[in-house]
């Protein structure tokens, strides 16, 4: 286990009025949508430096993969999934809040970091499984607020997950720091036994499939990065 402090690479050039453009979006959207949200401000570079440690560091240097983003946001994530893609890597940035998508979108034309994958990176404005089972994928990466989900729409999100990435291949989610306890204290009891169900289903998960977990403590709030491999011998949609 590692404790990421702070990011490198092309982050530091990320103007702060872009990054304050990021935060007044996605604030907005998450007073109205905080369900699908699970957070008030967006992912950090460090936590995003996390997520993309697989797009990083590959079995084979030299295969191009092929990776998916589930819950783009505001794009935070991308730009640390956009900054260690190399040529012949696709990315599919998947996010069901409209306003979100657009604004990915635009970020393909506008932002230093994303505008350099556009040609091969495209956005999705639907739920991830939408996509449908059609597509396979070496990387994914998820953004998706477990801990407001039910255990089994949980289940359902991770079965897909599962579903499409191929043999070897690698899923990285995020979960925030000390949750679990600060829902036993404020919540009322039907949520948190929501959310420790939803986390005992996670942790297993991560008990049959972790290859890594990382603590993000420069992030609002800090986070828990799990990364889970899919074994060769199962199956893959494609």
């Given amino acids: 286990m590692s404790e990421i402090q702070s990011p490198a690479g092309p982050f530091a050039a990320l103007r702060l009025d872009e990054r304050l453009r990021d935060t007044r979006l996605f604030f907005s959207q998450a007073l109205r949508t905080f369900h699908a949200t699970g957070s008030i401000v967006p992912s950090s ?3 995003a430096h996390a997520m993309a440690h697989h797009v990083r560091f590959r079995t084979d240097p030299d295969q191009p993969l092929r990776i998916l983003e589930a819950g783009a946001g505001t794009g935070a994530i991308s730009r640390g999934i956009a900054a260690a893609m190399r040529p012949g890597d696709t990315a599919d940035l998947v996010e069901a809040n409209p306003e979100f998508a657009s604004y990915v979108e635009s970020l393909l034309e506008s932002d230093p970091v994303l505008s350099a994958v556009a040609d091969s990176t495209e956005v999705h404005a639907c739920l991830v499984d939408e996509m ?3 597509r396979a994928y070496d990387v994914i990466v998820s953004g998706l607020p477990f801990a407001n989900f039910t255990a089994d729409q949980v289940k359902g999100i991770l079965d897909y997950y599962f579903t499409v990435l191929r043999p070897g291949g690698t899923l990285s989610f995020y979960g925030y720091l000390y949750t679990k306890e ?3 204290v404020i919540a009322r009891r039907e949520d948190y036994l929501r959310q420790a169900r939803t ?4 942790q297993d998960w991560i008990d049959r499939y972790g290859v890594g977990s990382e603590k993000v403590f420069a992030n609002i709030p800090p986070a828990w990065v799990h990364h889970l ?3 060769e011998w199962e199956s893959s949609s494609s």
């Fill in 182 to 184: 600060v829902k036993a």
């Fill in 132 to 134: 449908g089972t059609d």
């Fill in 45 to 47: 570079s460090a936590l």
């Fill in 199 to 202: 986390s005992w289903l996670v």
């Fill in 229 to 231: 491999r899919k074994p």
